[in-house]
C-alpha cells in the first residue's frame, strides 16, 4: 500500500520570501504521478503542480517548482515570493499511473502555510 | 478548466433524517466520481469511488448503507447520508476524473454537514 508523509504540521513565512514544504512518500509501483494541492480558507481543492514520476525534469508553475527525488521518494514544493494568498494548506498527493479511471489519490496529512505581511 | 459543482454547500439536518449531497460535472463527461470526507484541520479521506452506471466501491471502514451513493449519468453522482447523526457532521468533498484524463481529478467545492 502506498503512503504519503508530510513531517511539517504547521509552516510560516514572510512575504516575498521562500518556503519550502516536505513531502515522502512509499510505494513499489515505478509508474506513478504525484501532487501538490492547495486549499485555501474556502475549502476548495486548487491542483498546484503535477510531476510524472518518469520524467526526471522537475515540474514548473510559476512560482511553484518541485524537487522530486525519485531514489528517495521525496517530492518536495518550493514556493518562491511568498503571496498572502498562497496562506492555505497545502496537500502532497499520489496517484498510481496505470489504475484507470479509478485512480485514486492518496493523500497526505497535510501542512498548514502561513504567509505573514 | 473543468468545473464541479456541488449542491448545497451547506445544509442543517435533524439527527435521524436523511439528507442528499449532488455532485456535477458540468462540462465534462466524469467516468469516475469519488467522495471525500473532511474533519477540521485534517486530511480527505476517500469514502467511495463511484463510476457511471455501477455500483459504488467502498472503502474499507465506511458503511455503506449509511453513505449511499448513486452515480446514474455521467454528469451526476449523489451521496445521500442515511439516519443522520452528529458525528456524521463534516465536510463534504467530491472529485470527478474525465475519462480522456485519468490523472486528474477535478474537485467541487464541498458541501458542510450540520447534523443537530
Known amino acids: 500500500a502506498q503512503t504519503v508523509t508530510q513531517s511539517q504540521p504547521e509552516m510560516s513565512v514572510q512575504e516575498a520570501e521562500t518556503v519550502t514544504l516536505s513531502c515522502t512518500y512509499d510505494?513499489?509501483?515505478?509508474?506513478?504521478?504525484l501532487f501538490w494541492y492547495k486549499q485555501p480558507p474556502s475549502r476548495q481543492m486548487i491542483l498546484v503542480i503535477r510531476?510524472?514520476?518518469?520524467?526526471?525534469q522537475n515540474a514548473t508553475e510559476n512560482r511553484f517548482s518541485v524537487n522530486f527525488q525519485k531514489a528517495a521518494k521525496s517530492f518536495s514544493l518550493k514556493i518562491s515570493d511568498s503571496q498572502l494568498g498562497d496562506t492555505a494548506m497545502y496537500f502532497c498527493a499520489f496517484m498510481k499511473r496505470y489504475g484507470g479511471a479509478t485512480n485514486k489519490l492518496i493523500f497526505g496529512t497535510g501542512t498548514l502555510l502561513a504567509v505573514q505581511p | 478548466g473543468a468545473v464541479v459543482s456541488q449542491h448545497p454547500s451547506r445544509v442543517i439536518c435533524k439527527s435521524g433524517t436523511s439528507v442528499k449531497i449532488e455532485c456535477r460535472s458540468l462540462?465534462?463527461?466524469?467516468?469516475?466520481m469519488f467522495w471525500y470526507r473532511q474533519f477540521p484541520k485534517q486530511s480527505l479521506m476517500l469514502m467511495a469511488t463511484?463510476?457511471?452506471?455501477?455500483?459504488?466501491?467502498?472503502e474499507q471502514g465506511v458503511e455503506k448503507d449509511k453513505f449511499l451513493i448513486n452515480h446514474a449519468s455521467l454528469t451526476l453522482s449523489t451521496l445521500t447520508v442515511t439516519s443522520a447523526h452528529p458525528e456524521d457532521s463534516s465536510f463534504y468533498i467530491c472529485?470527478?476524473?474525465?475519462?480522456?484524463?485519468?490523472?486528474?481529478?477535478?474537485f467541487g467545492p464541498g458541501t458542510r454537514l450540520t447534523v443537530t
Open positions: 463511484s463510476n457511471e452506471g455501477s455500483k459504488a466501491t467502498y
Open positions: 510505494t513499489s509501483e515505478n509508474n506513478y504521478y
Open positions: 462540462d465534462f463527461q466524469a467516468t469516475t
Open positions: 510531476q510524472e514520476a518518469y520524467k526526471q
Open positions: 472529485s470527478a476524473s474525465d475519462r480522456s484524463l485519468t490523472y486528474e481529478q477535478y
